[in-house]
């Protein structure tokens, strides 16, 4: 159903507005300037239509079973054999050589131009134009342009406004559920949704209700249908999301099958980022978010950027964002509440008020249990790894490089008894952000909503409730059930 709506601004860089959609896409709010019209792909699984919401079965008990197996036991055991015998190795059958010592890996990162990453092959089939920052080579215009961009978006002045968003989301999520709580979906999970609405300035269309929900506001047992088809909505954006990193770092092959599943997926996720760009008049995001500053700046003739060039840098923001902050966050609790020393120092940490003790503690955390086995890379012609050391080794053309990180920060030769549990240990030890040009551009805002949240959690002596174990979908937490102490009060520092 197509209504024409008009409007007039005097944005330079928007597009022109495009009809009022209703139904299978989005519905567009009155804009000005340019603005294009999401259009959905249709070449999708058999059976789901292009207005359908991405919503996958989960994994079956026994398929989640060998993927926790994968991640957690198997692919770490691999790579720790392949670091003691062959730390560079060509995977038999394929293009692929996997480099698991923190020298090959390191190296690897600090040479860009001549390992370079090929993730545009990836980004191509999600019609993301212009690409992603991290697809794009160090040395190009577009990538000049869109990283300078971000810098002038993102402030280390934000900083604390994203400490308060998180220290405010997490207390209240605490103060609502009594001394029980699912810390993945009621607590982090809401962390980073409400930090893409209050700080990115997206619309984040379900996520009230969403917060009826979880925090059992006045209402929440009476929602309207469409209430409930906003929360669906929401959480096919989430899934699609997830959905999108996987596939954007997974394994780098295409096939017809992996090609309309993701298209399934950007379903979901797309029209988001439409509406935030489509996002003018009294709903407008102010000034003090990304997409509002980057208007306003606009407007003002300060930055050279349009929509599209906005929603691709916004895309991957989120795509790096959403799924990696749940999955970091829950998998360093998780090492936290089993690792008797580990959680005695976090908590130390946190009674003392010393939050550069606590990082670290939570950085050795995801050293234990890494997001992610490692990284792809590929070279345009022949290269040698290992310059100016013994062992060197010829990179072939074309060879796609899998550099785990995950391994590298146990490799012994680098990392002073890596099988323990150190928190002090030197921020020089930790892959965990990437190494140099790939350090990642969001750590610190990262880094500020874990202390929040851990804090928060700490505060009120969190403990897994009785028989309780993280659950995943997939690599990434999807439950961590707790009990905490509601009399302590939640003061943060």
């Given amino acids: 159903m197509l209504e024409e709506e008009t409007g007039t601004t005097g944005d330079p860089g928007a597009e022109k507005p495009p009809p009022k959609v209703t139904g299978a896409s989005l519905t567009f709010n009155a804009a000005s300037g340019e603005q294009a019209h999401y259009e959905p792909f249709t070449e999708l699984p058999k059976g789901v239509d292009s207005g359908d919401l991405y919503e996958p079965k989960a994994p079956g008990k ?44 390191q ?29 794009m080579k160090h040395d190009d215009e577009a990538y000049k342009k869109m990283i300078g961009n971000m810098r002038a978006l993102w402030l280390d002045s934000d900083l604390d406004d994203i400490t308060e968003i998180a220290r405010d989301v997490s207390t209240k999520a605490l103060d609502a559920h009594d001394g029980k709580i699912d810390a993945v979906q009621d607590l982090m999970l809401p962390v980073v949704l409400h930090v893409l609405k209050r700080y990115y300035g997206m619309p984040m269309v379900g996520l009230t209700e969403r917060d009826m929900v979880t925090n059992r506001l006045p209402g929440h047992e009476k929602l309207s249908e469409d209430q409930k088809h906003n929360i669906r909505r929401l959480e096919a954006f989430i899934t699609g999301t997830n959905a999108i990193a996987g596939y954007v770092f997974g394994p780098q092959t295409l096939n017809d099958k992996k090609i309309r599943e993701i298209h399934w997926a950007a ?48 895309l991957g923001m989120i795509a790096g964002f959403l799924p990696t ?54 070279t345009e012609k022949d290269q040698i790894l290992g310059i100016g050391r013994k062992r060197q080794k010829i990179i072939k053309e074309g060879r796609l490089l899998y550099i785990s990180g995950l391994s590298a920060m146990f490799d012994k030769r680098r990392v002073i008894k890596p099988k323990e549990f150190i928190g002090d240990r030197s921020r020089d030890t930790y892959l965990i952000y990437g190494h140099r040009f790939h350090y990642c551009i969001g750590a610190h805002l990262s880094d500020k909503m874990m202390l929040a949240m ?32 509601v009399t302590v009060a939640n003061k943060e520092a």
Avoid: C
């Fill in 62 to 105: 026994l398929a989640q079973g060998f993927a926790n197996f994968m991640f957690r036991s198997l692919i770490p055991g691999f790579f720790a054999l392949l670091r003691a015998i062959a730390p560079v190795f060509k995977l038999p059958f394929t293009n692929v050589t996997l480099l698991t010592r923190f020298d090959d890996v």
């Fill in 107 to 135: 190296e690897v990162f600090s040479r860009n131009k001549d390992f370079v990453v090929p993730y545009i092959k990836m980004a191509g089939p999600l019609r993301w134009d212009p690409t992603f920052v991290l697809a």
């Fill in 267 to 314: 379903n979901s996720v797309w029209p988001y980022l439409y509406e935030a760009t489509n996002n003018y008049g009294e709903n407008a995001p102010p000034d003090n978010t990304i997409i509002g500053r980057a208007r306003a700046q606009r407007s003002r003739g300060e930055m050279s950027i349009t929509d599209a060039e906005l929603r691709s840098i916004i």
């Fill in 325 to 378: 902050n749940t999955n970091a966050n829950g998998k360093a609790f998780d090492v936290l509440m089993k690792t008797p020393s580990a959680k005695a120092a976090a908590q130390e940490a946190v009674d003392q008020e010393d939050d550069n003790a606590l990082l670290g503690i939570i950085y050795e955390a995801q050293r234990h249990q890494y997001i992610l086995p490692g990284l792809w890379r590929t």
């Fill in 454 to 485: 851990f804090k928060a959690l700490f505060k009120r002596h969190a403990e897994y409730q009785k028989g309780a174990k993280v659950k995943f979908r997939g690599a990434i937490p999807s439950q961590i059930l707790v009990d905490y102490d």
